[in-house]
C-alpha cells in the first residue's frame, strides 16, 4: 500500500529545505512513496515564489492554501483550519514541516491531533531568545514530532539537555545545503552581476529584515547609516524585503537609500540570483538564519547583526561572526573584511549535500515499521 508523505513550505526559506527532500523521494519505489507538497501562502509573491520553484526544479505544489499574513495568532489559526481540511480529504502517512515558521507549528499541531507522525527537518536549533516567534515555534514543533532531523551539533546536545527520545532524533546534516550544491551548476549560467553592474569580490551584500532592526525607526536608521559610511569604501547592494521598503517609507528615511554607483537598492532576488550574489561578494551583512548557513557552505564571511543566533556552529566553526547591531561594532567589524582580514572557516560535518537522502532513508524505514 502506497504511503503518502506530505511537505509543508510557508515561507522562502522552507523552499531550499524541502526541494532536495522532494527529489530524493523521486528515486525510490513511487509505488510504495509519494510526496506531495503543501503551500500554506503563509508569505506569498507570486512572481517570487514561482522564481524559487522554478530555481529549485520543484514542481508545482498539489495544495496552496492562500492564508497569507496577519498577526502570529490569526496566521497559525487560518493555516490551522485549512490543514486540518486537506489532512481529513487526503490523510497523509507522514507530514514534513521545515524550520521555524508559523505554517511549521500549524502542520505539528493539526497533524499531532490527528493522530499522524510528524518528521522536522531542521530540529533541536536555539537562539534560547524567546522573544523571538521562532524560537517558540521551534520548541512546540520538537516536543511534538515523531522524528528530528538535526543539521548540526548543537542541535544534537540541545534536544538531550530537553529530554527528548534519543531514538526519535537523527543528525542527518542540512537539505538547505542540498540546494544550494544542487543551483550552483545552474548558478553558472547567470549574468547577475553584469546585469547589476558589479565586480566579483568587490562589493558587500545586505540582507535585513528582522522586526528588531527594521520596525524601530532610529535602529533602522542607525542601520542605513552603517550602509551609508560602508559604502565609502565599497559598493554595497541591498536587495530590500518589503518589510524594510515599507518601513524606510514611513519613517522618512529615503535620502538613505538614494541610489548611487556605490549604494545598489535592489528588488529581492530569486534563488539563483541571490546565491550568485552571495559567492561573489566580499562580505555579507545580515540578520537572516538560513544565511549563515549558506555564507559558512561557501566560504564566504558572513556579519550576523542579532543578539543572538540559533546556529552556532556557523559561529564555532563557519565564516560567521555575531556582532551586536551597533553603529560603531558593525563599522568595526566589516572595514577590516573590506581591508581583507578574512575570518578563516571550515564548513560543518554532513554538510555535504546528500542529507536529503538520509531524511528519505529514515521516513521510508519509520513507514515500513
Not at 524550520?99 to 518528521?119: E, F, Q, Y
Request: glycine share 6%; proline share 5%; with cysteine.
Amino acid at each position: 500500500m502506497q504511503k503518502k508523505i506530505v511537505s509543508i513550505v510557508g515561507a522562502r526559506p522552507n523552499f531550499m529545505k524541502i526541494a532536495p527532500i522532494h527529489r530524493a523521494f523521486q528515486k525510490v519505489d513511487t509505488s510504495k512513496y509519494v510526496n506531495t507538497i503543501l503551500h500554506t501562502g503563509q508569505h506569498y509573491d507570486a512572481k517570487m515564489s514561482d522564481a524559487f520553484f522554478a530555481d529549485l526544479d520543484m514542481p508545482t505544489p498539489s495544495y496552496f492554501l492562500g492564508v497569507g499574513s496577519g498577526s502570529h495568532a490569526v496566521q497559525t489559526a487560518k493555516t490551522m483550519i485549512e490543514l486540518e481540511k486537506v489532512f481529513i480529504e487526503d490523510r497523509p502517512d507522514l507530514v514534513l514541516v521545515p524550520g521555524d515558521v508559523n505554517s511549521t507549528l500549524a502542520a505539528t499541531i493539526v497533524a499531532t491531533k490527528m493522530g499522524i507522525p510528524v518528521g522536522h527537518i531542521e530540529s533541536g536549533l536555539r537562539s534560547f531568545d524567546r522573544t523571538m516567534p521562532e524560537e517558540l515555534n521551534r520548541i512546540a514543533t520538537d516536543v511534538l514530532s515523531d522524528i528530528l532531523f538535526v543539521t548540526e551539533q548543537s542541535g544534537l546536545d540541545n534536544l538531550i539537555k530537553e529530554g527528548i527520545d534519543s531514538s526519535k532524533v537523527h543528525f542527518v546534516g542540512n537539505t538547505m545545503i542540498d540546494s544550494l550544491h544542487y543551483a550552483l551548476p545552474k548558478a553558472d549560467t547567470k549574468s547577475t552581476l553584469e546585469q547589476l553592474g558589479l565586480t566579483k569580490k568587490a562589493f558587500g551584500l545586505i540582507t535585513i529584515h528582522r522586526p528588531s532592526n527594521v520596525d524601530e525607526p532610529q535602529q533602522l536608521e542607525m542601520i542605513l547609516k552603517v550602509l551609508q559610511k560602508l559604502s565609502e569604501s565599497i559598493v554595497v547592494v541591498f536587495p530590500i524585503h518589503p518589510r524594510t521598503r515599507k518601513n524606510i517609507e514611513l519613517f522618512g528615511l529615503q535620502n538613505y537609500v538614494e541610489n548611487t554607483n556605490q549604494f545598489k537598492l535592489i528588488d529581492p532576488q530569486g534563488y539563483v540570483d541571490f546565491l550568485n550574489l552571495m559567492r561573489y561578494s566580499t562580505f555579507v551583512m545580515t540578520d537572516s538564519g538560513g544565511i549563515q548557513e549558506e555564507t559558512t557552505a561557501l566560504q564566504v564571511p558572513c556579519v550576523t547583526i542579532r543578539t543572538t543566533t540559533e546556529r552556532p556552529s556557523t559561529v564555532d566553526i563557519g565564516t560567521n561572526i555575531l556582532i551586536d547591531p551597533n553603529y560603531d561594532t558593525m563599522i568595526s567589524t566589516v572595514l577590516p573584511i573590506v581591508d581583507g582580514k578574512i575570518k578563516q572557516g571550515a564548513i560543518p560535518p554532513k554538510w555535504d549535500g546528500n542529507a536529503s537522502e538520509r531524511v528519505v532513508e529514515i521516513v521510508t524505514t519509520f513507514l515500513q515499521n
